[in-house]
Each structure stands twice: as structure tokens, then as C-alpha cells.
């Protein structure tokens, strides 16, 4: 038995060739997986903040201690709330200590109450400054100033979460640089108030509210994202340098192989119209040579040529008149094969197959003598 034959040079560099090419197939998927992480937003939901709400007492002006039933009365009210905003739903799934990129778009700053059957409001309202600022909380306790504020404005930003859950909170302050300054805006409301006769008072509740489209994801080291980019454009140029030169020989072995069997055609398949050129010669020769001896033979070749060229349609022998010194002795005469065929009409058939056994065994004679002929020569 024959050892190290794995280590001969084709062998190797069949194994090495392998091998690159299953490494930037590897990172090829690997990367598609990095850049749909990098790309995909672990949670992309719309959320709504709110404040506490404010309560104010409304009271009732057509109160009897004695009565039954309802009353109506027309009320306005107004009271003070400060924009801190927050999100009662607590979010999850975070990792501690990890750094997370946020999105959020803000819009429908607005003011609303708690509903009740004894209110029917017809108008709120909560007017505010064009120049308030939105801070977001970082790590429960401390905030960042992420822009002004605009309704429909995006603001992306970075956190270090030092918890597993989170609650998100955002505030609209008058200062970029003083998260304390938190704008206290006034809610007005009136509408219809429907109290019972016997109650003193009702209790009307306001609150701010704005919605948050809210995106976060895992956030991904720039410096490892341009390794990653690094090493799959190498491996594409790699891949690419490999492709050229699997081209260029796959070129060159075609390219050998097609001139092979070329030039194999023409050492042993003879040129076209060279055996209608050779029977043409060898006829002539013999009817020069063999003048009226060969007649008969030229006659049974020209029958052949009939046979072999005969159709369905109708067809026949022609035979050459005979004149002696000018005289017709004996008129050129056709015979037709329908007269034949119509008495016997598997004979023409019979007379094909013959036709083509004589033809094949000349074929083959003539091969026989082209191949003699090359490798004598």
C-alpha cells in the first residue's frame, strides 16, 4: 500500500481549495445572521405616557341634602400638571450591564380626564411653549437630553441598563442642560356636570398624554462591525481571485479538448463530399479504362443511384438511347417502378434494404482503406 499520497501537491491544493471555499461560505452566512441582528429591532411597539393624573373638586351649586335624583350644571376647570411622563407597562428582556440603542418618535401631545357617566366635556386643552426639551431616563435615576422637541421628531440615543426590566419615562423640560426644569402646563376643561342632588361634590381627574413609538435593540461595537465587513470583503476578493482562475483553467481544458477531438476528426473522419468526389473518380476511371465492358456495371450504378434516390413519388430507370453515326438505333426509354410496385408492392422496400447493405459495406471498405492509407503514411 501507497502512504502519503494525501499529501501530493494536486491532492493538497484540492483540500486547501476546499477549504477557503467552505470559510467564505461559513462567513457569508454568519454575516447575513450578524447584519439581520444588527439590523432588527428587538421591540418596535407604540406605546402611551401619561402623568399622574390632577384631581380638582368641582362642587355642586343646586345641592339638597334631602332630594333625589340629578341635576345638570355647566362647569370649567383648570388645573396645573408637570410633564413627567411615563409608560405603566414595565419592559423586559433586557441584559444588565449591556448597552442598548433606543429610537423613539413623540407625537399627540395632549391633555384628557378620567372618564366618568357624571362628566360630558366639550372642550380640553392644554397649551405649551415651541421650546421644550425631551429627557429620557438613564439608568432609573439619571436623565439625558435627547433634542427639542417636535411633534413627529425622532431622537435616537444609547443606554447602559444596569437592570433586566425597565419602566421608560420621558420628560418635556424648558432647559437642554437642566433636567429639573420640567414645564407645568395648565389643563382646561368644561363641559356638562351631572352630580346627584344630595352630593356636595365630584371629583374631576386630568392628566398629560403623549405617544411613543418606541424601538430598541442590543447595540453592536462599530469596531467589531468593520472587523466583520473586514474579513467578508476579503473573502469575497478571495473568493472572486478563485473564480477567475477556476474560469481560466476550465477555459484552457475546453479549449485543449475541442482542438483534440478536432483534430481527431480530421485524421480519421474524411473532409465533406469526399466519398461523392472518390465514387465520381473511381467511376470515370473504370468507364475510361473498361470503355463498353464497363457499361453494364455503369448501368447497375446508375440503377443503385435510383434506387437510392427514390421516393415516394414516382420514379424509374432511365436507359440511353443507342445511336450509331447519328442514326437513334434504340430511343432513350424510362422504366417506372410504378408498374412494379403496383403487382409487387414490398419490393421497393426489398430493394431499399439491399441498396443500403451495399452502401454500408462500402462505406466501411472505404474506411477500412482511408485508415490503412493514414497509418502507413
Given at each position: 500500500?501507497?502512504?502519503?499520497?494525501?499529501?501530493?501537491?494536486?491532492?493538497?491544493?484540492?483540500?486547501?481549495?476546499?477549504?477557503?471555499?467552505?470559510?467564505?461560505?461559513?462567513?457569508?452566512?454568519?454575516?447575513?445572521?450578524?447584519?439581520?441582528?444588527?439590523?432588527?429591532?428587538?421591540?418596535?411597539?407604540?406605546?402611551?405616557?401619561?402623568?399622574?393624573?390632577?384631581?380638582?373638586?368641582?362642587?355642586?351649586?343646586k345641592?339638597?341634602?334631602?332630594?333625589?335624583?340629578?341635576?345638570?350644571?355647566?362647569?370649567?376647570?383648570?388645573t396645573?400638571?408637570?410633564?413627567?411622563?411615563?409608560?405603566?407597562?414595565?419592559?423586559?428582556?433586557f441584559?444588565?450591564?449591556?448597552?442598548y440603542?433606543?429610537?423613539?418618535?413623540?407625537?399627540?401631545?395632549?391633555?384628557w380626564?378620567?372618564?366618568?357617566?357624571?362628566?360630558?366635556?366639550?372642550?380640553?386643552?392644554?397649551?405649551?411653549?415651541?421650546?421644550?426639551?425631551?429627557?429620557?431616563?438613564?439608568?432609573?435615576?439619571?436623565?439625558?437630553?435627547?433634542?427639542?422637541?417636535?411633534?413627529?421628531?425622532?431622537?435616537?440615543?444609547?443606554?447602559?441598563?444596569?437592570?433586566?426590566?425597565?419602566?421608560?419615562?420621558?420628560?418635556?423640560?424648558?432647559?437642554?442642560?437642566?433636567?429639573?426644569?420640567?414645564?407645568?402646563?395648565s389643563i382646561?376643561?368644561?363641559?356638562?356636570?351631572?352630580?346627584?342632588?344630595?352630593?356636595?361634590?365630584?371629583?374631576?381627574?386630568?392628566?398629560?398624554?403623549?405617544s411613543?413609538?418606541?424601538?430598541?435593540?442590543?447595540?453592536?461595537?462599530?469596531?467589531?462591525?468593520?472587523?466583520?465587513?473586514?474579513?467578508?470583503?476579503?473573502?469575497?476578493?478571495?473568493?472572486?481571485?478563485?473564480?477567475?482562475?477556476?474560469?481560466?483553467?476550465?477555459?484552457?481544458?475546453?479549449?485543449?479538448?475541442?482542438?483534440?477531438?478536432?483534430?481527431?476528426?480530421?485524421?480519421?473522419?474524411?473532409?465533406?463530399?469526399?466519398?461523392?468526389?472518390?465514387?465520381?473518380?473511381?467511376?470515370?476511371?473504370?468507364?475510361?479504362?473498361?470503355?463498353?465492358?464497363?457499361?453494364?456495371?455503369?448501368?447497375?450504378?446508375?440503377?443503385?443511384?435510383?434506387?437510392?434516390?427514390a421516393?415516394?413519388?414516382?420514379?424509374?430507370?432511365?436507359?440511353?438511347?443507342?445511336?450509331?453515326?447519328?442514326?437513334?438505333?434504340?430511343?432513350?426509354?424510362?422504366?417506372?417502378?410504378s408498374?412494379?410496385?403496383?403487382?409487387?408492392?414490398?419490393?421497393?422496400?426489398?430493394?431499399?434494404?439491399?441498396t443500403?447493405?451495399?452502401l454500408?459495406?462500402?462505406?466501411?471498405?472505404?474506411?477500412?482503406?482511408?485508415?490503412?492509407?493514414?497509418?502507413?503514411?
Amino acid at each position: 500500500m501507497k502512504h502519503g499520497r494525501f499529501c501530493s501537491s494536486s491532492v493538497f491544493s484540492r483540500f486547501m481549495s476546499f477549504c477557503v471555499a467552505f470559510s467564505i461560505l461559513f462567513l457569508s452566512i454568519t454575516s447575513s445572521r450578524v447584519y439581520g441582528a444588527e439590523n432588527k429591532w428587538a421591540f418596535n411597539e407604540r406605546i402611551n405616557v401619561k402623568n399622574s393624573a390632577k384631581s380638582v373638586s368641582i362642587q355642586n351649586t343646586k345641592y339638597n341634602s334631602n332630594g333625589t335624583g340629578r341635576t345638570s350644571m355647566p362647569f370649567t376647570v383648570s388645573t396645573d400638571c408637570f410633564l413627567n411622563l411615563y409608560c405603566s407597562d414595565q419592559l423586559t428582556g433586557f441584559v444588565n450591564g449591556a448597552t442598548y440603542d433606543f429610537a423613539i418618535t413623540v407625537s399627540n401631545l395632549s391633555s384628557w380626564y378620567n372618564g366618568s357617566t357624571d362628566y360630558s366635556v366639550s372642550s380640553i386643552n392644554m397649551p405649551y411653549p415651541s421650546d421644550l426639551y425631551v429627557w429620557v431616563v438613564k439608568n432609573g435615576s439619571e436623565w439625558q437630553c435627547v433634542g427639542k422637541y417636535a411633534d413627529g421628531a425622532t431622537y435616537e440615543f444609547s443606554q447602559v441598563l444596569s437592570s433586566d426590566t425597565s419602566y421608560f419615562s420621558v420628560r418635556l423640560c424648558q432647559s437642554s442642560t437642566n433636567s429639573d426644569d420640567i414645564y407645568t402646563a395648565s389643563i382646561t376643561a368644561s363641559g356638562t356636570f351631572t352630580p346627584y342632588v344630595w352630593s356636595k361634590s365630584e371629583t374631576f381627574y386630568a392628566y398629560a398624554t403623549m405617544s411613543v413609538d418606541l424601538k430598541y435593540k442590543l447595540h453592536v461595537d462599530k469596531t467589531v462591525q468593520e472587523e466583520i465587513r473586514d474579513e467578508i470583503k476579503k473573502g469575497n476578493e478571495l473568493q472572486k481571485e478563485q473564480n477567475e482562475t477556476s474560469k481560466g483553467i476550465l477555459g484552457k481544458i475546453t479549449e485543449f479538448f475541442a482542438s483534440f477531438f478536432e483534430n481527431l476528426k480530421g485524421l480519421f473522419v474524411p473532409e465533406d463530399g469526399y466519398f461523392s468526389d472518390f465514387f465520381t473518380r473511381l467511376n470515370d476511371f473504370f468507364s475510361e479504362k473498361l470503355g463498353m465492358l464497363y457499361a453494364p456495371i455503369d448501368m447497375f450504378i446508375t440503377f443503385l443511384n435510383t434506387i437510392k434516390d427514390a421516393s415516394s413519388t414516382d420514379s424509374g430507370i432511365t436507359f440511353p438511347e443507342l445511336a450509331w453515326d447519328g442514326t437513334v438505333i434504340i430511343p432513350e426509354t424510362k422504366f417506372s417502378f410504378s408498374t412494379i410496385t403496383k403487382d409487387f408492392p414490398d419490393l421497393q422496400e426489398k430493394i431499399y434494404f439491399v441498396t443500403d447493405v451495399i452502401l454500408v459495406g462500402a462505406v466501411l471498405w472505404l474506411l477500412q482503406v482511408k485508415l490503412k492509407e493514414v497509418l502507413e503514411n
